[in-house]
């Protein structure tokens, strides 16, 4: 079946740090491709999305391209903030009828000031 | 601004109690969906539902329940709480054809 596999935290970076967190995935049709981001004692938020190849999503200083040659969706920001701490699900949609996301485990981002 | 809303946001109770979790979202959505999060923080799909009176189990088996009489509503049950069931609970729900998933902001519930 579909499935994500996301770099695994936790992580720790310094304000104004580039970030890089890795996705990639295995699917069997052209699925879409999402990060959610989750602050201390939320729900989760939709942060971008792409939903075909070579589409960039971008949102809050937070960019990630859908490369289908690598089967990849990582998420980029090139200076943290304080207030992005928090954990980041790469998800991708199931296509095949089930209309359902499949998340990764997720990663947790402390940033220091 | 996605609406959708889950009470309480905690809960301590204690074992053997039954307890129902609520869900509530006003976009008119017709799909919705369970999920438990574990303190690692990965999410696990208990529950979902099409629509008024569908509901299905997830990928991780449950001891709780679900109902879908409404579309607005999805309250799920859990008839005698154990300290196994302790985690935090998220309700989602999608509009249809947008794989969108919008999210409550989650149960931390507690079983003593």
């Known amino acids: 079946g579909d499935s994500v596999t996301q770099m695994e935290g936790p992580v720790t970076l310094s304000e104004e740090a580039c970030l890089t967190i890795n996705c990639t995935y295995t699917a069997t049709g052209y699925p879409s491709l999402f990060w959610y981001v989750q602050y201390p004692g939320e729900g989760l938020q939709l942060l971008l999305k792409?939903?075909?190849?070579?589409d960039k999503g971008s949102n809050k200083g937070f960019e990630a391209t859908y490369r289908k040659e690598t089967t990849s969706f990582h998420l980029e920001k090139g200076s943290v903030q304080v207030s992005d701490s928090a954990v980041y699900f790469c998800?991708?949609?199931?296509?095949?009828?089930?209309?359902?996301?499949?998340f990764g485990k997720g990663m947790k981002l402390t940033v220091n000031p | 601004e996605a609406d959708i809303y889950q009470t309480p946001r905690y809960l301590v109770i204690g074992t053997g109690k039954k307890i129902t979790l609520e869900c509530s979202q006003t976009?008119?959505?017709?799909?919705m969906y369970w999920y438990q999060q574990d303190p690692g923080m990965e999410l696990h799909l208990i529950h979902y539902s099409y629509g008024v009176n569908s509901t299905e189990k997830g990928d991780l088996s449950s001891e709780s329940t679900v109902s879908r009489i409404r579309t607005e509503h999805f309250p799920l049950t859990l008839e005698s709480a154990r300290p196994s069931h302790t985690s935090q609970y998220l309700c989602?729900?999608?509009?249809?054809?947008?794989?969108?998933?919008?999210f409550g902001p989650g149960t931390r519930l507690t079983v003593t």
């Open positions: 976009m008119g959505h017709d799909k």
């Open positions: 792409a939903t075909k190849a070579d």
């Open positions: 998800a991708l949609s199931d296509e095949g009828g089930s209309e359902k996301l499949v």
């Open positions: 989602a729900s999608m509009d249809r054809g947008r794989y969108e998933q919008y």
